[in-house]
């Protein structure tokens, strides 16, 4: 929750000050702190008397994770990779060296639901 | 292995419940055989010694199953009542408390093709429905169990003398008829426990082989009885030592006297050992625990008897009849239902939202309406699936773990609809072996929306209120420019990526059809299908009539008016309030509000922008959110609703009202304009203006119009008989979904 106080001061800071009577409701309505900032700087033109800090928060604010390369990994390979991750795992469970192991029929039947094209209905019942 | 029989070699199947005072959960167990995907079964239900409503359930069924009796409490004697009277090739038992996997009997008999296989034994879930009760179990000749894994092959236990054998569960055990004919079917020495050990083991005594099944679930629940509680603390223990008594002495002997005696001390000190344990901690009471001692006791004196009489009559066989004459196969005769999935993360009674009593209502009307329903839903608390009235309730939880790449894939935001998204899709990957047919999912937050992509599955989209419709009334969402940009503007554009692709989509009126098309730019034509939102008759649910309305409205009293919904623009509460505050002071006329909980910055708006004080003004009530049952009071108390909602998609609000015979003053806004007929089921305000002032005088007359408020009482519960209820609803979504299975050349039940 935001103090309103808070939020008044910051508004002072920032040229983009808020009224007192609006402050309550603009609390609830940003909701939490991290969206105080943004708001002054889009929503209200804050920082105009400092441009500098204003172009460095403008840049900042467009510098976020873009999903695109991911998407085109997980669209052109997301299937052959989980294959391959699940052949390692049976590899591993076929050279069994100690009793803590999986053994490989084990790995299997809890892999198969991720490789098989028909997996059957025990494949998606927990085993422990 | 993964091919299952062709139908027109699958071997007939007996399917058998034995049951007593089970009424309550045999039903869905009835329920749960008939939606099996089978070619060629019956089902055999053996009933008795009942004292409960059991009859009345089965009566239910008359025609399409078998209905034997059984004289005596003893499973064994029931057991072979119901191999008796089957008339089957293969004989499968399956508990009053449990409901197969559709798929069951395919997995189980396409072992049956080796001649020499007398058995097959299913893997089973427990009640959480996430969770093994009994895989595959390894008895001894005492009757004990252990507990190999899944990877041990029981094959190599099957010869006849063998030490260790595969013992199959009760409650998911299949046989060969001419087997279990073979072998005198089961002992009635085992009136409850081990019978199902006793013929696995006298099976392969005889030559036959018994094997597991690991594919052919049952999910068993677990329901109390008359040997044990809910919990599975014993109520007594005599029947079980009898059968475990008999069973030591009885087979044990190949292993030598000694070792005989050996294990019936064992067995005695363990269940002494463990009432004491019981007792101590509080679980069971000193009276209960001296009482289950006297089981022991007397139940050893039981066994021993009857298994030294075994031994003196030279006793190998079970005791069926020798020459039983069933009646013919009774097939149920009708063919595998629709099988469709409808996801909402809320659900009645926790959440009473418009989504998730939609979702509600549709599935039991679906149900009722002949299709197989399940419904994915959000876990409360730990994830579980459940048959519970006919409907399976997949509670799930998030998939983290997939989430990524779906984000990726559908540009969705990962925390809060991806990560659901996966546990959705990861549970419909499970549903899919079970025959799903169809999934049904709202626009709102895309819940299933990877189905769109898979070509196993025919996907409906539902539209209800989404994120670009509903964000005009959420300045929060302009105001919070992170939650704005981060999760806000994907979803709208994921929103509208569905919207271009989505293949078939279910709407409730021609005006979400129409916004969603503006506000989109996407034409959806053909694939929408219009169905109005129904709900159940609100009048008839508390014994009501019409007629008894009109009554209480012709006693006089002061006029009842209804808000319902929650303190936000969109539902145009401050509407309300000016109306409300129109009658300031007037004792003829009083306002609820329901909904929205008040705080104290609503209520100083209340006070300061209408001058409505709830403290001091007593013709003004706000309720808050009350339960289900608490809202049909109301709306049935009501003589007019206030419905000035901006925009509603559709707005059930108002059907609901209508159910109770209550008119419903609209603004003439979105779905309301073609729920509401004006001057029928209430009255339509062009404008907001239109709308305070109109609803002011329309009021102030229904004071002392009484029969006019009567007519509009009358209009609105047959305008909600003939368009709106829950059952005109379903019938037409399942025409529709049938309709889109058909024109793919699916099953079309």
Redesign the interface.
């Known amino acids: 929750m935001i103090d309103p106080e808070w939020l008044i001061h910051a508004g002072m800071m920032a040229d983009a000050p808020v009224a007192d009577g609006d402050a ?3 609390t ?4 939490e702190e ?2 105080v900032l ?2 002054l ?3 209200r033109g804050g920082f105009a008397e400092w441009p500098a800090a204003r172009a460095a928060l403008k840049e900042a604010s467009t510098a ?1 994770i873009r ?1 695109r390369a ?2 085109q ?3 052109a390979s ?1 299937g052959a990779g989980q294959r391959d991750a699940c052949r390692q795992a049976l590899l591993r469970a076929i050279a069994v060296t100690q009793e803590s192991d999986r ?1 490989a ?2 790995e299997m ?1 809890h892999l198969r ?1 991720h490789i098989s094209s ?5 494949h ?5 | 292995m993964t091919r299952f029989l062709p139908d027109n070699q699958s071997p007939p199947i007996s399917v058998v419940i034995n049951t007593l005072n089970r009424a309550v959960l045999l039903d869905d167990a009835i329920t749960g055989v008939m939606q099996l995907d089978y070619p060629n079964f019956e089902l055999v239900v053996v009933n008795g010694p009942s004292t409960d409503h059991s009859e009345e359930v089965l009566a239910r069924w008359a025609g399409r199953i078998k209905h034997l009796h059984c004289d005596l409490p003893n499973l064994a004697v029931s057991r072979n009542v119901g191999i008796a009277g089957a008339s089957g090739e293969i004989v499968a038992f399956l508990d009053d408390d449990a409901v197969p996997h559709p798929l069951w009997l395919r997995y189980l008999t396409r072992n049956f093709a080796d001649p020499a296989l007398g058995g097959v034994g299913g893997f089973t879930v427990d009640n959480t429905g996430q969770r093994w009760q009994v895989r595959k179990t390894v008895c001894d000749r005492f009757g004990n169990a252990h507990f190999p894994p899944d990877s041990f092959d029981e094959r190599v236990l099957n010869w006849p003398g063998t030490p260790l054998y595969p013992s199959l569960l009760g409650t998911n055990a299949s046989f060969r008829m001419a087997a279990l004919r073979d072998i005198g079917g089961f002992d009635h020495a085992f009136a409850y426990l081990l019978d199902e050990t006793d013929v696995c083991l006298r099976l392969i005594d005889a030559g036959w082989n018994v094997v597991y099944e690991p594919a052919a679930l049952i999910f068993h629940q677990f329901a109390a009885s008359h040997i044990r509680s809910s919990t599975r603390k014993a109520k007594t223990l005599y029947p079980s030592v009898v059968s475990k008594t008999y069973f030591i002495n009885h087979h044990g002997r190949t292993e030598g006297y000694g070792k005989v005696a050996g294990a019936l001390q064992d067995y005695r000190e363990e269940l002494l050992r463990a009432n004491a344990w019981l007792a101590e901690h509080g679980e069971i009471s000193p009276h209960h625990r001296q009482a289950l001692d006297s089981d022991v006791e007397a139940g050893t004196e039981a066994g021993m008897t009857a298994s030294s009489r075994a031994l003196i009559d030279l006793k190998t066989r079970g005791d069926l009849e020798s020459e039983p004459t069933p009646e013919p196969f009774l097939a149920p005769g009708h063919p595998r239902p629709l099988r469709v999935a409808l996801v909402s993360q809320g659900l009645p009674p926790d959440n009473e939202a418009g989504i998730a009593r939609w979702t509600m209502l549709l599935a039991e009307g679906l149900r009722d309406q002949g299709l197989a329903v399940h419904i994915i839903t959000r876990a409360r608390g730990q994830a579980s699936r459940r048959f519970v009235g006919g409907i399976w309730y997949h509670a799930i939880t998030t998939a983290g773990e997939s989430a990524d790449a779906l984000a990726a894939n559908y540009r969705v935001p990962r925390a809060g609809v991806a990560d659901w998204m996966a546990g959705v899709m990861r549970e419909i990957a499970f549903l899919k072996t079970f025959g799903l047919d169809l999934v049904s999912f709202p626009i709102w937050d895309l819940e299933a929306l990877p189905v769109f992509d898979d070509p196993d599955l025919t996907a409906v989209m539902s539209l209800h209120t989404s994120y670009k419709l509903a964000r005009p009334f959420k300045p929060e969402w302009t105001s919070r420019v992170i939650y704005g940009r981060s999760f806000v503007d994907p979803m709208i554009a994921a929103e509208t990526a569905a919207l271009v692709r989505a293949p078939h989509i279910l709407a409730n009126s021609h005006a979400v059809i129409d916004q969603i098309e503006r506000e989109y730019a996407v034409t959806l034509g053909d694939r929408a299908k219009i169905v109005p939102h129904g709900t159940s008759d609100i009048l008839a649910g508390q014994g009501r009539t019409v007629a008894d309305k009109l009554a209480r409205q012709r006693k006089g009293g002061p006029l009842s008016v209804l808000f319902a919904g929650r303190f936000e623009p969109r539902k145009g509460y401050d509407l309300a309030l000016k109306v409300a505050a129109a009658f300031r002071g007037d004792a003829r006329i009083r306002f609820d509000f329901v909904g929205g909980t008040p705080d104290s910055a609503f209520l100083d708006q209340a006070r300061d922008e209408f001058g409505l004080d709830p403290v001091r003004d007593h013709g003004v009530k706000f309720h808050g959110e009350v339960d289900r049952a608490a809202l049909d009071a109301l709306y049935y108390a009501a003589d007019v609703v206030l419905m000035p909602s901006r925009f509603e998609s559709f707005g059930l609000v108002a059907i609901e009202a209508m159910s109770a015979a209550t008119p419903v003053f609209a603004l003439a806004e979105g779905g309301l304009v073609e729920v509401v007929e004006d001057g029928i089921s209430g009255v339509l305000f062009a404008g907001e203006a239109d709308y305070v002032a109109g609803s002011i005088e329309r009021l102030g007359a229904l004071i002392i119009d009484r029969a006019m408020l009567g007519k509009l009482a009358e209009g609105s519960h047959a305008a909600f008989t003939r368009r709106f209820s829950d059952t005109v609803m379903a019938r037409e979504v399942a025409r529709f979904y049938r309709a889109i299975i058909a024109d793919q050349g699916g099953c079309n039940d």
Do not use: H
């Open positions: 309550q409701r603009l609830r309505e940003l909701g991290a969206e943004p708001w700087l889009v929503m976020v999903p991911l998407a990994d997980a669209r997301g053994w029929v084990d039947n639901q028909r997996p059957q209905p025990n998606f019942i927990a085993v422990s």
